[in-house]
């Protein structure tokens, strides 16, 4: 019984886990570029009491393991990368990606982070920069009274310049993408960081070495699926609750034993 509360109450404890990684999603929902997770879990160690194959006389063999679980553990997340729906905005700033990839942007220690989140703006010096002011690369400045700004699917910024009669190519915007993108690190502010187990980045111009091409005056919504979430929660709260039953029914069974004696 004593193995049974510890076993139900890791049972419990995923379970949270879960439910924080489904609100998670649910609270992103109207995030651009958001990437929704899932919970993933391991069984743990077992506690084996006799082998398959034991000797259980002198010409018999056990032919199956005794074996109890000891509970479950939380191994990680799974990111799912696929397309958001593009969300028209109207504004030639803006773009988005369709397919594989992530924009490039510098931090302010000179790092790189990668997102998908395409709501670029202007700041006061012509650099297209994040909403939180961070520079896209590669660097791309808009003079002054510049007009008809325009991004192509393959990533050429065009604008017409004041004196000229031809629209000039500014610069090309870059797409990112990863042999591993899963082993991208969340740092917030709809920013990912490389290293680990997500390897190198490989740049390229859009559409080019698999990477997406680009959608200018649209972003990339949250591929977050609202039924599937709730689906989700309403699973891990029955799952919650039966692991909560399992602990009762354990607690009851030594409260009867305790009362053996009187």
């Known amino acids: 019984m004593y193995r049974a509360l510890i076993t139900a109450g890791t049972g419990m404890v995923a379970q949270q886990t879960n439910l924080d990684v489904i609100a998670n999603n649910l609270a992103n929902v109207n995030t651009v570029g958001f990437k929704s997770q ?142 591993n993108p899963s082993g991208l690190t969340r740092v917030g502010s709809n920013l990912f960081a490389a290293g680990g187990s997500s390897g190198e980045a490989t740049v390229a111009d859009p559409g080019e070495n698999g990477s997406g091409t680009l959608a200018a005056s649209f972003v990339e919504g949250a591929n977050v699926s609202i039924v599937e979430e709730m689906v989700r929660m309403i699973l891990a709260q029955r799952a919650y609750e039966v692991n909560s039953k399992a602990i009762q029914s354990a607690d009851d069974m030594l409260s009867t034993l305790n009362q053996l004696k009187r």
Not at 104 to 131: C, H, W
Not at 139 to 152: E, F, Q, V
């Open 38 to 179: 899932r919970a993933e879990f391991q069984d743990m160690v077992y506690q084996t009491m006799r082998t398959s194959g034991a000797s259980t006389g002198s010409t018999s063999n056990a032919p199956t393991s005794n074996q109890v679980g000891l509970g479950t553990r939380y191994a990680g997340n799974s990111t799912n990368f696929g397309q958001g729906g593009l969300q028209a905005t109207g504004n030639p700033m803006e773009v988005a990606i369709q397919g594989d990839g992530f924009f490039q942007i510098e931090l302010p220690d000179g790092s790189i982070a990668y997102t998908r989140d395409g709501s670029f703006k202007r700041n006061a010096n012509g650099d297209m920069v994040t909403s939180d002011g961070y520079r896209v690369l590669p660097g791309i400045t808009i003079p002054a009274g510049a007009t008809g700004l325009s991004i192509a699917a393959n990533g050429a910024v065009t604008a017409q310049l004041p004196g000229q009669d031809v629209a000039q190519t500014l610069a090309t915007i870059q797409i990112a993408t990863f042999a």
